[in-house]
């Protein structure tokens, strides 16, 4: 398959277009442009190990509290992109842009969307899924499958 054109020259964004399919990297590009324009730091303070940051969308004229641990990477944010779309928000694209982060953290970002669930999919015999979070195939549905070829 073809590279995705890039819209800047960061190794973020980079990053996404190796990392997502194709329809999954225009989200993400999507979310990308929006950090890269439209938000601003609003505040920061840490506990625990976390930092929390107040990030203010220009677009939705909100803020949204970003947590981030600069040692495990782990992130998440209050507008719940991730854990709806698999995919890291702007928000928090703000935050990883802001620390300098070149690869996106395997902690944000769900593996159903990459490239290497596609190939792991299309190579798994007989058509049974078998990829990290993608394996919710009822296991009865499994044994049917089998009986069945």
Same mark, same amino acid.
């Given at each position: 398959? #073809?590279t995705?054109q890039?819209f800047s020259k960061s190794?973020?964004e #980079?990053?996404g277009?190796?990392?997502f399919?194709?329809?999954v990297?225009e989200?993400?590009?999507e @979310? *990308?442009?929006c950090?890269t324009?439209t938000l601003? #730091?609003?505040?920061f303070s840490?506990?625990?190990?976390?930092e929390?940051?107040t990030v203010?969308?220009?677009?939705?004229?909100?803020?949204?509290? %970003?947590q *981030?641990?600069?040692?495990?990477?782990e992130?998440?944010?209050?507008?719940k992109?991730?854990?709806?779309?698999?995919?890291p928000?702007r928000?928090i694209?703000w935050i *990883?842009?802001?620390?300098g982060? @070149?690869k996106?953290? @395997?902690?944000?970002?769900?593996?159903?969307?990459?490239?290497?669930?596609l190939?792991?999919?299309?190579?798994n015999?007989k058509?049974?899924?078998? %990829?990290g979070? %993608?394996d919710?195939i009822?296991k009865?549905?499994i044994?049917?499958?089998?009986l069945?070829s």
């Amino acid at each position: 398959q #073809s590279t995705p054109q890039l819209f800047s020259k960061s190794a973020l964004e #980079s990053d996404g277009a190796r990392l997502f399919t194709h329809e999954v990297f225009e989200e993400f590009q999507e @979310e *990308y442009k929006c950090s890269t324009n439209t938000l601003t #730091s609003r505040g920061f303070s840490e506990s625990n190990n976390m930092e929390l940051n107040t990030v203010k969308d220009a677009l939705r004229n909100r803020n949204f509290i %970003v947590q *981030y641990n600069p040692g495990t990477l782990e992130s998440s944010c209050t507008c719940k992109l991730f854990e709806r779309r698999g995919v890291p928000c702007r928000h928090i694209l703000w935050i *990883y842009l802001g620390n300098g982060l @070149e690869k996106i953290p @395997e902690s944000s970002f769900a593996k159903r969307w990459t490239k290497d669930a596609l190939r792991d999919i299309k190579s798994n015999h007989k058509g049974c899924v078998g %990829v990290g979070d %993608v394996d919710i195939i009822d296991k009865k549905q499994i044994e049917m499958t089998k009986l069945w070829s």
